[in-house]
Nanobody, 120 residues
Framework: QVQLVESGGGSVQPGGSLSLSCVAS????????ADWYRQAPGKERELVAT???????NYADSVKGRFTISRDSAKNTVYLQMSSLQPEDTAVYLC??????????????WGQGTQVTVSS
């Protein structure tokens, strides 16, 4: 069994920063790829950033230069550092990861999401 748990969300004023974490626990052998998505009310889910096992990184155009994705493989943790936050960044942020389990099966797992609110 594998669990993904996000943390670090909260409320911040425009121009502020937040750092999100996504921790994989349980029968985790390795994280092949991790993605951060966000979903705002009434909008489609948006892929924000991805990082793979070789640390190849991609960002949505809407967050380039403001968000940074990183990983700590030893801790099975993926981070999303967000800066220069704007009201349009308000959303539930979800972590998704392709995980190789200790039984050497690979599946995609999702966290429960963490709310980020940017408001003055």
């Amino acid at each position: 069994q594998v669990q993904l748990v996000e943390s670090g969300g909260g409320s911040v004023q425009p121009g502020g920063s937040l750092s999100l974490s996504c921790v994989a626990s349980g029968s985790v052998f390795a994280i092949k790829q991790a993605d951060w998505y966000r979903q705002a009310p009434g909008k489609e889910r948006e892929l924000v950033a991805t990082i793979n096992v070789r640390s190849v990184i991609n960002y949505a155009d809407s967050v380039k230069g403001r968000f940074t994705i990183s990983r700590d493989s030893a801790k099975n943790t993926v981070y999303l550092q967000m800066s220069s936050l704007q009201p349009e960044d308000t959303a539930v942020y979800l972590c998704s990861a392709q995980i190789v389990t200790t039984q050497f099966t690979t599946s995609t797992y999702w966290g429960q999401g963490t709310q980020v609110t940017v408001s003055s």
